[in-house]
């Protein structure tokens, strides 16, 4: 498909440390408009499911504040600037649940919400996890360890305890890895 979006200018309307939101103005099948665009400043994010050799599942849960209520995800957050993405899956599960894994599996990479956003997600399979510090207490991030086999994960999934975006898609690759989805 060709791209029907000529950009004729673009502003920027709002910059921090994490993200800049822009303000395209648009001529589309010559038509004017405004695209605002939302940029996550640095090299993206990644997604981690983490697995026991139980095969159980670890997730978070923790208080999103733009919904106002606790939310239960897999583990996730942004690489930072000299991290590539398997060092920042590998620093975000231990940041975020004291967890450790020596066997990593890339399981591919998408484009987080494309219709105003820039982020691309990579996503990792940790298998037989362990506890590296049995002392490990709530962190600055104020996370709490939900332990799931995978079918309490689909009874979640489908009363939507787990609703979120990144939580769905990543599964959705896990499960597309493992070959439950052809």
């Given at each position: 498909m060709k791209n029907p979006y000529k950009t004729l200018s673009?502003?920027?309307?709002?910059?921090?440390?994490?993200?800049?939101?822009?303000?395209?103005?648009?001529?589309?099948?010559?038509?004017?408009?405004?695209?605002?665009?939302?940029?996550?400043?640095?090299?993206?994010?990644?997604?981690?499911?983490?697995?026991?050799?139980?095969?159980?599942?670890?997730?978070?849960?923790?208080?999103?504040?733009?919904?106002n209520k606790e939310a239960i995800e897999f583990v996730a957050g942004k690489i930072d600037k000299n991290e590539t993405p398997l060092q920042a899956a590998k620093r975000e599960l231990f940041e975020e649940l004291g967890l450790i894994s020596k066997s990593w599996i890339s399981l591919g990479q998408y484009n987080q919400a494309i219709g105003f956003c820039n982020i691309k997600m990579y996503i990792y399979?940790?298998?037989?996890?362990?506890?590296?510090?049995?002392?490990?207490?709530?962190?600055?991030?104020?996370?709490?360890m939900i332990k799931l086999s995978e079918k309490d994960l689909h009874k979640y999934i489908k009363s939507e305890k787990i609703e979120d975006d990144l939580s769905l898609a990543t599964y959705t690759k896990y499960l597309i890895y493992k070959n439950k989805i052809k």
């Open positions: 673009k502003k920027i309307m709002y910059k921090s440390e994490f993200l800049t939101v822009r303000e395209d103005q648009i001529l589309n099948r010559n038509k004017k408009g405004i695209y605002s665009v939302v940029f996550r400043d640095g090299k993206g994010g990644i997604s981690v499911i983490a697995k026991d050799k139980k095969g159980d599942f670890y997730l978070v849960k923790q208080w999103r504040y733009p919904i399979l940790a298998e037989n996890i362990e506890i590296k510090d049995k002392n490990f207490q709530t962190n600055e991030e104020y996370t709490e």
